[in-house]
């Protein structure tokens, strides 16, 4: 059975202190215990965390994708096994990572957007697509042609991209309509933007950070609105 209290984070660079690793995860919550896991090589490790409070490993997965080094996205997932001192555990076996799991996920968040004209920007695409939720990523997608412009967006929850391709596809931005379909491939790379240990504490630490179940009611409320917006339009 889950500990709803524990988070698992695999990919991390092992040249990274684990001094910094509990500072960081801190944020989120107190600590009860941090235990180093082996990585699936030399440069990497894994590390299972225990909070104190339950709220604070939700939070924690917030982190789940975030580039702190270039090319380096650890992944945070809450842990699904028998922690150390509370049954067997392998660490070598047992403390594994689904990547192929952690794609699909991904691409259940991320949409890609096609037809968007080629001067377009990356906070012009922030600014309008944050109507449908919070966005984790963005990234433009050179095409064959500089007559258009195409880009992926990876929300924070399944339930915004579903929104966009629901009730954006089609709109005007710019000169043209756009098209919006779900994503085959998922941001990564040098592209993924740089989120700093400042930026994530403030994030954490906003007044309106939304918990997830707050979240949910929001994306609601705003298909709401989507909704009664096409209605006028049509």
């Not at 842990?79 to 660490?91: A, E, I, K, S, Y």
């Not at 050179?142 to 966009?164: G, N, W």
């Not at 089609?170 to 000169?175: A, Q, R, V």
């Amino acid at each position: 059975m889950a500990d709803s209290r524990a988070i698992q984070v695999n990919n991390y660079p092992s040249s990274i202190p684990k001094a910094v690793v509990e500072n960081l995860f801190g944020i989120y919550g107190e600590i009860n215990k941090l235990w180093p896991t082996q990585g699936e090589d030399e440069d990497h490790i894994g590390y299972l965390i225990e909070y104190k409070d339950p709220t604070s490993a939700a939070k924690a997965t917030n982190a789940n994708g975030i580039e702190v080094l270039p090319n380096e996205r650890p992944v945070v997932q809450l842990f699904t096994g028998r922690l150390p001192g509370r049954g067997r555990l392998d660490l070598d076996r047992d403390v594994t990572v689904d990547h192929e799991k952690a794609r699909r996920e991904t691409l259940e968040r991320t949409v890609y957007i096609g037809n968007l004209y080629e001067r377009i920007s990356l906070d012009d695409i922030g600014d309008y697509f944050a109507v449908c939720g919070p966005i984790r990523a963005r990234k433009l997608v050179p095409e064959r042609t500089q007559e258009s412009a195409s880009a992926l967006i990876e929300f924070v929850y399944p339930k915004s991209a579903r929104l966009a391709v629901d009730h954006l596809s089609g709109n005007w931005l710019g000169d043209r309509p756009f098209e919006i379909i779900p994503a085959e491939s998922v941001i990564g790379g040098r592209d993924f933007p740089m989120v700093s240990h400042d930026q994530l504490r403030a994030s954490v630490e906003a007044p309106a950070k939304m918990m997830e179940a707050e979240a949910e009611a929001a994306l609601a409320d705003i298909e709401k609105r989507l909704m009664a917006k096409r209605a006028r339009v049509e």
